[in-house]
């Protein structure tokens, strides 16, 4: 059974620093677009960063500048370091992957298929 499984997520105050891992199991996902969506009380899902095979990257304009997506390849996991936290990045984060892509690149959750358990971000001002 494939698995996400996320770690990294708590509590910092506005300006800290938190660093999201997760990695993957049963399925690799090397040739596939894996990337962090968020969802806030009451509000949409929404993709914050996204990369791809061999490399590409989406980041949601809030975001630019503050967060990096990064991936091993060959240990099927993808991280995303967030710095300069603000209350408004408060959401579970999701970490997700899309298998049925191959060396391109998806933006919306409907792209994805294969979900993390989601991780608590909370930002205290």
């Known amino acids: 059974q494939v698995q996400l499984v996320e770690s990294g997520g708590g509590l910092v105050q506005t300006g800290g620093s938190l660093r999201l891992s997760c990695a993957a199991s049963a399925q690799t996902f090397s040739l596939n677009p894996m990337g962090w969506f968020r969802q806030a009380p009451g509000k949409e899902r929404e993709l914050v960063a996204t990369?791809?095979?061999?490399?590409?990257?989406y980041y949601l304009d809030s975001v630019k500048g503050r967060f990096t997506i990064s991936r091993d390849y060959a240990k099927n996991t993808v991280s995303l370091q967030m710095n300069s936290l603000k209350p408004e990045d408060t959401a579970v984060y999701y970490c997700?992957?899309?298998?049925?892509?191959?060396?391109?690149?998806?933006?919306?959750?409907?792209?994805?298929?294969?979900w993390g358990q989601g991780t608590q971000v909370t930002v205290s001002s």
């Open positions: 997700a992957a899309d298998s049925r892509t191959n060396y391109g690149i998806s933006y919306t959750a409907p792209d994805y298929d294969y």
């Open positions: 990369m791809n095979y061999p490399g590409y990257t």
